[in-house]
Each structure stands twice: as C-alpha cells, then as structure tokens.
C-alpha cells in the first residue's frame, strides 16, 4: 500500500499531469481575467485548491451553454502536488554524485521557487503611500482592506488606535476592543455600498443613534463587490458601542465618511476615541518626505514617459536616515520594505508609492541562481565530455 | 511533505485576525473642509487615487459639457483634457477661461484654491479664510463653490464642482483688469453649464 502510495506520488507520470492540468488552469485563468479582472482571477484559480470556470457571458451561444461549469485543481493544490511529487522523486530515486549534481542544483531551485511563491502569497503585503511635494507621510494604506478604528487622542503627544479588521465585523457578533473599556457590536457590514441622501436604489433603515448618519441624514444602500482594478469598495458598518454600563449608540462607520468629515466620537465619562471605518493603515517608525517629483512626458503628448521622485527618509533614529531616488524599476528597499513609484496625481504634486513588505523576496533569485548554476554545471560537463571525446579522436 | 504542512499550518494560522491596539506619533488631522450642508458624501474614489496614466480616458468619459458663450469671448479649440477652451481680451490685458474635469476630489478644495493662489502669485491660504473668498452657487443644479481671487497683476475667478465623482474646473485666469470687467459674463457662463447628467 505504502508502495504503491510512493510509487504515484514519485512517479513522472504525475508530474506530466499536473504541468498539463497547470498549463489548462493558466489558459483559463487568463480568460476569466477578462470578467474578473487580475486580482480575483489571481485568487480564484491561484491562491485557491479548486477553482471552477464559468462560461463567460460576452461567449456566444451564452443562453444555451450558460450552465456549463469546468471544475479543475487550483493553483496551490497544484504546486503542492508539484512540491510532493519532486521531492519524492528525489528521495525515492535520486542517488547524489558529483555527475548529476547540476540536475539536483536545479531541482532544489525549483523546489525554492515553488516554496518562495507560496510565502509571497501568504506573507506579502501590499499596500499605497501617497505623499505630496513637501510634506511626509508615515503610514501606507491598503486599497482592498479595510479597518474599523477607535482613537483615543486624549495624549499630547501620542494618539492610541484600537484596529479591529473587518473580517471581524460580522452581523450581531461582538468584539471587545482590546486595552480599553468598551466593546462593539456590529448591526450590519456592507463590503460595498452607496452612501448618501440619495432618494433613489433602496436604502436600508438606518439602525443609527449617533454622529454623522443622524446629523446629515445619510442612508446606506448596499451595492455589489466590484474587483475593478481601479475602483474602491465603500466599505460601510452600523457599528454600537457597547460600555460596562450598557449600549452608548450605533454609528454609521464607512472608508468615504474619512479626514474630510468632522470625527464621530464616542464619549464615555471623561473620555472619548474617534470611530472610524477605513483603509487599512501600516504605521512605520519613519516618515518619507517627497521632496521633489519630476515627471515627463512623450513630446507632444500627455503619455508618461517616465517619473521619478526624490524622497528623504526621517527615521525615529536619524542615523538611518537616507535619500533615495525612486523611479520605474528602481524601488527603494528600506527597512524591510520595498517602495515602488506606482503613480502620480494632483498636479504633478503627489507622488505614490507601492509599499509591499515580502520577506521572501530574495528567495526567487536565488532559486533562479541556482537553477543556472545546476544548468551551467549539466551543460558543461556534457560539453567538456564532447570536447574530450573529440581531441581523444 | 513536512514543509506543505508547515505551510497550510502557517495559511490557516495567518488568516485568523485580530484586534490590536498601538501607539502612533500624534497625528495632526488633514485640513478638513466644511461640507456646504446641502451636500451629501458621494461615494467617491479618495482624493489620493488619481491615477494620470488614465486621465485622459476620464476626461472623455466625464460626460459632455453645453453652455452659451458670453458675448466677447473668442472659443478656443477643447484640447487634450479641457474640455472647453475660450480667450477674451481688452485694451487693458487678456485672460484665458478653462474648464477641466478629473476623477475624484483631486486633493479637496483648500488644496485646488492653494493651487490657483499659488499660480498668481498669492500665498497659500488657510483653511478659516476660505470664506473671505469664495461663496456656494448652483451650477447644472448641483453645489458648486465660486472662488474669486484677486491678485496684483493676475487674478484668477473660478469654481469647483464635484459632480458624481469628478470634479469640474472652471477657470478665468489672466490681467486682474481684464479678469474683474468679465465677472459677470463668468457668471452668466457659469448659470449656462448643462452638463451631461446619467446619475439622475
């Protein structure tokens, strides 16, 4: 049985299965892009075990073949199956001599670049910094998440944020809100909705006791999810909040009703923090200054032809403090952190920044210096054993 | 085998949330702007959003403009992003009046009128003194706020309309004589926008 099990698992004939079953899931993929656009398509079908293909709606003959649905292995289910069966082989077959040490130099650079994808999916965090033209900036948002945030900003020299994640938010549970008196309890989340007076769509009766939603008369109407590549999701919560002595109100929290707004407060005795909904923010211990932004363009046209900002880097300890030029494909790892140009905006006077934290970022170039090296080697003793047999001639 | 289960132990361990608290260095809050209180927050992309490469595909999308020239204006061209483009002239100078659209709040009002300041040659405002010089009007039934700037050679007489998720741009910027004797055809100008309106 054992037997048997090793003997599928090492088997070649595997492998050609999954790299075949990879290549159908990557053509599919790619047409659902269309529908889905890259960032849920790279969830379905990549970050998934199982995805299943739907035939698209623009297809023709969509009214008769509307129901067909093509399950097939997603990506992490195959490049698990890919991890098991290589290393398998390796263990079960593989002798190491010095002959086939290119070979194992490349299987073990394959074997890291499968793990390293797999730890950028899991660890890696992307997220904005937009920055204007003398001014800094410490902190980065996420465009796709978002937090519900209590502040208490009673310190002169500090502020205390209390961050719960939205996948917390869930109708009716309650959360306590860590380090302060209160907890919270969600009457309702909305990942996407309108928010306004508008008198048309159908809002919801508004659950709200207090601030904005009460002062302004705003009502909420839920709307769909969209995965549009440059739209965001008003993420939107009827929020109470509950004290030891009982309910303080429910707040209408969403990621529009931000900076431009007056703060909600929620006051209890003396005290009182700011409730908010909104992008999820990192913090750093340092601050970039856009001391200059610079932007061309294609003569005679409004086609960017290349941008570049010029940054200052204010740590907590100056002697870290660096100047950095950032430009396309020329991003500034600092602290971990790696700072792409991502765009621009306002002018020409805001500059912003992709800020992705991967702590496996090195791993693919060294798997790929690896798998070169291992190719050198094979390659070579294959051409010096050629060369020799030829002088021997 | 060892490392998948490590890995799907970490997948299933990295997904469970939590609330956190931490400290973060005082934060001063961006200078807010008072809503005039006849406008709602419009589910609007934030101001920091932008993003130019696509500028000119929004500029088109923004939908068609229709007004009536004011006697004496010369039209120029629409090119580009404007959409709308006209020279007037007199014997004491010239000004030129625009009208631009951009997706989002491009950056909120204080920071577009600082702009427009800056441009000729007045300091940057601050966020109390907004009052002194602009005032709420209606264009194309929506609020919009007209801003009047007036400077020792140039002078700028304007309006910032946010209308379903872009904002407008109307500019009369040129010699301060020039610009005040046309204020009232800006404004006539301004009562005469139709803009194309699928939101309603």
Known sequence: MMKTLIHFFSSLRLTVVLLGLSMMLIFFGTLAQVETGIWETQKIYFESFIAVWAYPKTWIAYDQLFWFRLPMPGGYLLGGMLLINLLAAHITRFKFTIKKSGLFLIHVGLILLLVSELMTDILSEESQMPVDEGSRSNFSQEYRNNELVLIDRSHADLDTVHSIPVSLLKAGKEVNVPDSPLSIRTVNYYPNAQIGRATDGKPVKSPATKGAAVKMGIVVTPAAVTYAENEINTATAYIEVLSPQGSLGTWLVSNVIDDRFPPQLVELGEKSWEIALRLKRHYYPFEIELVDFSHEKYPGTEIPFNFSSEIMVHHENSSKNQKALIYMNHPLRYEGLTFYQASFANDDRTSIFQVVRNPGWALPYISVLLMGAGMLIQFGMHFFKFLNKRTGV | ?200
């Open chain 2, 1 to 200: 085998m060892i490392l998948l289960a490590a890995a799907l132990l970490c997948l299933s361990a990295c997904d469970r949330a939590q609330p956190t608290t931490y400290k973060i260095p005082k934060e001063v809050r961006a200078a807010t702007l008072p809503m005039p209180d006849t406008v709602a927050p419009t589910t609007t992309a934030p101001s920091n959003m932008e993003v130019l490469p696509g500028m000119q595909e929004a500029a088109n999308e923004a939908g068609e403009i229709g007004y009536t020239k004011p006697a004496g204006w010369q039209e120029v061209a629409a090119s580009g992003i404007r959409k709308a483009n006209f020279k007037v002239g007199d014997e004491s100078g010239s000004a030129e009046i625009t009208v631009l659209t951009f997706p989002g709040d491009v950056g909120g009002r204080l920071a577009n009128i600082n702009r427009w300041r800056g441009q000729i040659g007045l300091a940057d405002a601050a966020l109390d003194d907004l009052p002194a010089y602009t005032v709420g009007i209606d264009i194309a039934n929506h609020r919009a706020l007209y801003v009047r700037l007036e400077g020792k050679t140039q002078s700028i007489l304007g309006a910032l309309l946010p209308f379903h998720g872009n904002t407008w741009f109307f500019k009369m910027l040129g010699d301060t004589n020039t610009v005040l004797a046309n204020e009232t055809a800006m404004q006539d100008f301004l009562n005469s926008i139709v803009l194309e309106d699928h939101a309603h």
